[in-house]
């Protein structure tokens, strides 16, 4: 059992290779202070010439750390500024990196970042939850989300091998005074139910840049893509996966022969009566019947159904569009 008592404040901070010079204890509303150095492995050589350095000075850097004992802590990290002895090196002077305490231009320790990295992605925290239980700014736990985030994201093994590619679009949002739609394009791996990235827009380009940054071994492994049947998608497999086997989900089929047989009825009822569909106007009153699959028509509907195609489509053109679909 330890009974030095800096051995166990090191042990409850828990940092490799750190000593603790002093816990500063203002108040219970005030975030604890732990100060720290790294321990010092003599000599330091400049990188550039090999000439020893020497200490230039050793500002306290305030890094926000996990909670301790319920209450915010500060690690105030001495870090040592070193400066080459050599005249006219190029170096001049640096400071010293230790990774596993803190990145560098964080203002997390490295553990904090990797909480809240965790909180905010796995468990769907706001960012100003996170942030008011560390006591620490908004900005401060967001930019180690995006640092700490972006290389879990960017990881290739994240997204491995895929087989089967989906691209579908999804309306993003509405901006602007008029209500512009802005929209993206989901890039998801069929096979695994996995949604591999999301890219701006519905054009082609975004998507064909997507793969391209994926490489040809990547593209060559896929053997079927998925799409919804519009042009923009048809166009990136055409351009980018000439020999995958396109296929369109039931979903999307069923949502465009729909689209089709709704098109015929327009022009149908606008070429008969000479107007758009109105209420008393057969084929406007047969609309939803038109949409429900024959089998699941009961005898009262398919009667109905047969007696207003009957009244409104003289020549059969939505029957025959009805059955097709």
């Given at each position: 059992m330890?009974?030095?008592a800096?051995r166990m404040?090191?042990?409850l901070v828990?940092?490799?290779a750190v000593t603790i ?24 050589a ?5 000439t020893?350095?020497?200490v230039?000075?050793?500002p ?6 996990l909670?301790?004992?319920?209450r ?6 001495r870090?040592r ?11 001049g002077?640096?400071?010293e990196?230790?990774?596993?305490i803190?990145a560098?231009r964080?203002l997390l320790?490295d553990r904090?970042g990797?909480w ?8 769907g925290?706001?960012?100003s ?5 560390l006591?620490?700014?908004w900005?401060?736990?967001?930019d180690a989300?995006i640092?700490y ?7 290739p093994a ?11 679009e999804?309306?993003f949002?509405?901006?602007g005074?008029w ?17 591999l990235d999301?890219?701006e827009g519905?054009?082609a ?6 793969l391209e940054?994926?490489?040809p071994?990547w593209c ?5 893509g998925?799409?919804d049947?519009s042009?923009?998608?048809r166009?990136v497999f055409?351009t980018?996966?000439?020999?995958v086997?396109?296929?369109v ?5 069923v ?10 009825r327009?022009?149908v009822n606008?070429?008969?009566?000479g107007?758009?569909?109105r209420?008393?106007?057969p ?6 019947l038109?949409v429900?699959?024959?089998?699941r028509l009961?005898e009262?509907?398919?009667g109905?159904?047969?007696?207003l195609?009957a009244?409104?489509d003289?020549h059969g053109?939505?029957t025959?569009?009805w059955h097709?679909?």
């Amino acid at each position: 059992m330890d009974t030095d008592a800096t051995r166990m404040c090191e042990l409850l901070v828990g940092l490799p290779a750190v000593t603790i010079l002093g816990v500063e204890d203002r108040s219970p509303t005030v975030p604890l202070r732990v100060e720290i150095e790294t321990r010092l492995e003599l000599p330091v050589a400049c990188a550039s010439c090999g000439t020893m350095a020497s200490v230039k000075d050793r500002p306290r850097v305030a890094l926000v750390d996990l909670p301790a004992f319920g209450r915010p802590t500060r690690l105030m990290w001495r870090k040592r500024r070193w400066a080459c002895l050599a005249v006219g090196c190029a170096v001049g002077s640096w400071t010293e990196l230790a990774p596993k305490i803190a990145a560098s231009r964080l203002l997390l320790t490295d553990r904090a970042g990797r909480w809240v990295t965790w909180q905010v992605g796995k468990h769907g925290r706001t960012v100003s939850e996170v942030a008011a239980e560390l006591g620490c700014d908004w900005h401060t736990v967001n930019d180690a989300t995006i640092a700490y985030g972006s290389a879990l994201v960017d990881d290739p093994a994240r997204i491995g091998e895929v087989t089967a590619l989906g691209l579908d679009e999804t309306l993003f949002t509405r901006i602007g005074r008029w209500r512009t739609k802005q929209w993206s394009t989901s890039i998801v791996d069929v096979r695994k139910g996995q949604l591999l990235d999301v890219v701006e827009g519905r054009d082609a380009a975004p998507a064909c840049r997507w793969l391209e940054k994926q490489g040809p071994a990547w593209c060559g492994r896929i053997r079927y893509g998925t799409l919804d049947m519009s042009g923009p998608y048809r166009k990136v497999f055409d351009t980018m996966l000439p020999d995958v086997t396109q296929v369109v989900d039931p979903f999307h089929l069923v949502k465009l022969g729909g689209q089709k047989l709704d098109d015929v009825r327009r022009r149908v009822n606008q070429e008969i009566v000479g107007h758009r569909g109105r209420k008393d106007d057969p084929l406007y009153r047969a609309r939803k019947l038109l949409v429900m699959a024959h089998e699941r028509l009961d005898e009262h509907a398919a009667g109905k159904l047969t007696g207003l195609l009957a009244a409104g489509d003289p020549h059969g053109e939505v029957t025959t569009a009805w059955h097709a679909n």
